[in-house]
């Protein structure tokens, strides 16, 4: 047990700190943000200029004509020059970046010096095949090292990368190769799940029979279960890379180069492409990585349990451990296989002191009991992260105490695909926690709660979370539609950047996050829109009109609830429902089938025709209707709670945690 201090204050118990963490911690003072609050842009060029490697020095620090920003004008950098060569350069090409644990069992320890030949080979790989600057490279893979290596030679040659989750369907695929108009495509055989095939380069030909922009498709053998190869189209990954020099020179790139563009749901059925530059982006993860997760290079092994194919993976898998030099875990399956113990028995493994992972996953491993991680030594542990929804506070008790053994801080870190990196979180050495809150702004972060009117709410108070001042790793816009990137971030509160969360302060002025104030839905962490649900389900030839709400769910936070009208000629059945179910996977991938779907006969609407979500929601949280006088017929809601309470809501087997983990 270590001296963290417990006290009982507001019914709050508070972690301050160790004095061992503190004495060896990254940050244990507050001059970091004292130098943030004082001027942030000072802050921020301080960042860039003692974490990262420039070729040529900025000549302004931020361009801002909101909502546009340009950070480090002028300046140039290579992204992979900083999170590679210059590691080997100062004499660290033998240390481990990646230990790779692949499901099966099988295990590849990568050293930096590996890692940049890979990069390099790959790089010239894609010259080859023609790919320049400003190209856009979509990457549909599952979790192996050649994953990181496409993202980073990307990088190195400054072409975008759009990374497609493995878990999305083919339609999904395509919309976003056709969106960011995708040149190559990068993909794997197959990918192991739970002892299984799925076997994405099948999904990568249904997706690519309507890709008038694709011209190759670069296939990595992985599962070797035997798939289709397109002439002049397809090309294996060993027959392309493995030949090609293994040296690349790593060009400068301005700083506001496009480095990726990353799909996430909004509030419509379309999914935006966040974009993400070169410099303002690698300086905010570095430095938030730095200081969040305490990084020591020479001694810790640090573990995110993402998937690359969300914003966690590319931030805090990819760029930021990797400019710091960390040494990385990377594993490429599930929790549950071959047991429910994986994840202890990789932590054991490899002594991982620095654990990453998302509030769905530890309220899976509570449920799933205590006998899995106490069959493994996990005394290794010094840090814990959380990630991707608010953690409640009983499932923080238990990943301290169960898993960190009451001795290590959890840095509850709030962020988006938006940010690019971390906006608020505790500093481990020196934030004193409360368990469920992500307590402050980083340095050089402008966050506030503001109400209705756009105005600092109070403390305590509770309102709309805001970023109040332009931060490096924000998002350039939405590719393809700067309306759009104007309408959903800087329209609701001229001036300020609209999070879509909501948040409230406590009367200490911690942070509550509360969950999406839109109608995007939060499952196992990720962002789903009710408007893409619901095109996918009117998409089915049976259905009429469906409405989709979240509902609360103990282990994914929120679960998909779908009221579903028929058209005239189909009756409900177990057998349509299930039918759906799958449809709406087909169309998007699994992450999004509804969990419980209820056939009415009319939806609730307003007068105007919108439909009211927050009824539904109350009719699926079994919650008190409120105010129905808006609705045009105000017996609907009745109707269908009768139904929804006598249909046993199936508990099906939604893909909880295993694949759509963040
Ligand atoms: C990194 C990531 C963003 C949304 C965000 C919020 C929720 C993320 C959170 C959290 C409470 C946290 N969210 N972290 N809510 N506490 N620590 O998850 O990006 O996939 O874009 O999702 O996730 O609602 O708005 P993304």
Redesign the pocket.
Known sequence: MSDAIETHQTELRHFAPSSEFVARANVSDSSLHDAGDADSETYWAGQARELLHWDTEWSKVLDWDPPNAKWFVDGTLNVTYNCLDRHIESGHGSQVAFFWEGEPGDERAITYSQLLEDVSRCANALKELGVQRGDRVAIYMGMVPELTVAMLACARIGAAHSVVFGGFSSDSLRGRINDAEAKIVITCDGAWRRGGVVALKDIVDEALLDTPTIEKCIVLRRTDHGNEMTDGRDIWWHDLVDRQSPECIPEPMDAEQLLFILY?SGTTAKPKG?MHTTGGYLTGVTSTFRSIFDIHPDEDVYWCTADCG???GH?YIVYGPLANRATSVLYEGTPDYPDKDRFWAIVEKYAVTILYT??TAIRTFMKWGVEYPGAHDLTSLRLLG??????NPEAWIWYHDVIGGSKTPIV????????GA?M??PLPGLTTLKPGS?TFAMPGIGVDVVGDDGRHVGIPGGGY?VLTKPWPSMLRGVWGDPERFQETYWSRFPGLYF???GARYDDEGYMW????VDD?M?VS???ISTAEVESALVDHHAVAEAAVVGVHDPTTGQAISAFVVLKNDHEPSKALEKELRIHVGNLIGAIARPKSILFTDDLPKTRSGKIMRRLLRNVADDETLGDTTTLADPGVVARIKDRYLSVDAEDDEVDDLEENQ?
């Open positions: 996430t966040i969300w914003v966690t931030s998302a509030p959380s990630v991707g929804e608010p953690i509850d870190t709030w962020w988006q695909t938006e940010t971390v608020i979180s992500a979370l999070a879509g969360d996050l509360l969950g999406r995007v939060l962490g990720h962002n963040k």
